[in-house]
Each structure stands twice: as structure tokens, then as C-alpha cells.
T-cell receptor, first 113, second 112 residues
């Protein structure tokens, strides 16, 4: 069964450093998402991406964040200058169409020290 | 205001019982409703989705939607210890485009 994959599973970085989180969505899916979950809190939407552009973003997704689909399979989230409060699990998700069920990857645990 | 509300629990049921999990949402225009299961330290796993009023059954799981009351529920029949997890209600709200808005989740504990 097709799955969303994410790398790395755990990333440790120092405050102020740039990180890139990578995702491979399910191959026939057209909508891609990033969510985050701070420890003990709810899953929060960051950004959605369709047809090679951002379709929606939340207030969390400020100028420090960017997304890219550099090739036909990868979908990346870049955080330019990490802060301590960026420490969280970051989940990539994809769906075949907007409003349809979204399938989540295993997540990347980002720890900012 | 975009909100999805769930009781945090824990909800404790004995093995073999029916577990009932509830969720309310604030946006009357919401169209799509999802239940995810999340084990500790893991990612959300989709277990049910429902788009129309009424019941939808899949194995031991039944999702119930009442748009007039802005209420969606998940019933788990013949609960097993492996069902012990946090259950997340997620709603697609038109104002948020295709994004899912999640509740905080209800922790279910099934004792053997």
C-alpha cells in the first residue's frame, strides 16, 4: 500500500540554523500539506501546496518557512533560522484531491537546542 | 472561529465494550470529517471519514455525523487493548481551504 515517507526521522539543530525536512507524498496525490505538533499539543496546519504553489497557509507559516517541490516526487519544508519554539513533530500529508482524506507520513522530530 | 472540540479524557472502557468518542465543530459550513488514531510518538493514522449525515460503518468502527447539531462521533465496538490511543477528530472547514483543523484528541484506554 502506498505511503507518505519523510526524512530524517529526527533532526537536531542549533538555534539560528537552517533545516530542510523532506517528504515523498503518495505518487498519484495532488495536494500536499505540512502540519506540526508540539509535544502534548494538537496537530496544527502549516501550509498546503497544489499545482506547484501554496494554496493556503496558517499564521504559523511566517517568512521563516518555505516549501518547495524540487522534482516530481519530493516535497520539502525549509525553516530558515530555527528558534527554540520550532521544536516539534513535523508531519507531511497528501491527498488525491482537496477536501479528501489526507494520509500522514511518520513525521520528523525537530529538536532545536 | 475555527474550532474543533473534543473531551480530552481519558476514556476508560473494558475489553469488549463499546467506546464512544465525540467531537463538535463550530463552522456550520464544514463538509468533510475525519477520525485519526494516534499512538504515542507516532503520526496520525486515518481510520474513518464521513461526508454525509448519518452513519458510516467500517468493521468495528462507526462514524456518525449530524450536521444540524454540528456533531460527529466515533463508535468502536468490541474494544481491544490495541485500540488504546489518542483519537483525533479533524474537520475540513471551508474558510481554511483544504486544510484540516484538528481537535486536541481524546485518549482511550481499553483494559483487559
Amino acid at each position: 500500500e502506498p505511503e507518505v515517507t519523510q526524512t530524517p526521522s529526527h533532526q537536531v539543530t542549533q538555534m539560528g540554523q537552517e533545516v530542510i525536512l523532506r517528504c515523498v507524498p503518495i505518487s498519484n496525490h495532488l495536494y500536499f500539506y505540512w502540519y506540526r505538533q508540539i509535544l502534548g499539543q494538537k496537530v496544527e496546519f502549516l501550509v498546503s501546496f497544489y499545482n506547484n504553489e501554496i494554496s493556503e497557509k496558517s499564521e504559523i507559516f511566517d517568512d521563516q518557512f518555505s516549501v518547495e517541490r524540487p522534482d516530481g516526487s519530493n516535497f520539502t519544508l525549509k525553516i530558515r533560522s530555527t528558534k527554540l519554539e520550532d521544536s516539534a513533530m513535523y508531519f507531511c500529508a497528501s491527498s488525491v484531491r482537496g477536501g479528501a482524506e489526507q494520509y500522514f507520513g511518520p513525521g520528523t522530530r525537530l529538536t532545536v537546542t | 472561529q475555527k474550532e474543533v472540540e473534543q473531551n480530552s479524557g481519558p476514556l476508560s472502557v473494558p475489553e469488549g465494550a463499546i467506546a464512544s468518542l465525540n467531537c463538535t465543530y463550530s463552522d456550520r459550513g464544514s463538509q468533510s470529517f475525519f477520525w485519526y488514531r494516534q499512538y504515542s510518538g507516532k503520526s496520525p493514522e486515518l481510520i474513518m471519514f464521513i461526508y454525509s449525515n448519518g452513519d458510516k460503518e467500517d468493521g468495528r468502527f462507526t462514524a456518525q455525523l449530524n450536521k444540524a447539531s454540528q456533531y460527529v462521533s466515533l463508535l468502536i465496538r468490541d474494544s481491544q487493548p490495541s485500540d488504546s490511543a489518542t483519537y483525533l477528530c479533524a474537520v475540513n472547514i471551508p474558510q481554511a481551504g483544504t486544510a484540516l483543523i484538528f481537535g486536541k484528541g481524546t485518549t482511550l484506554s481499553v483494559s483487559s
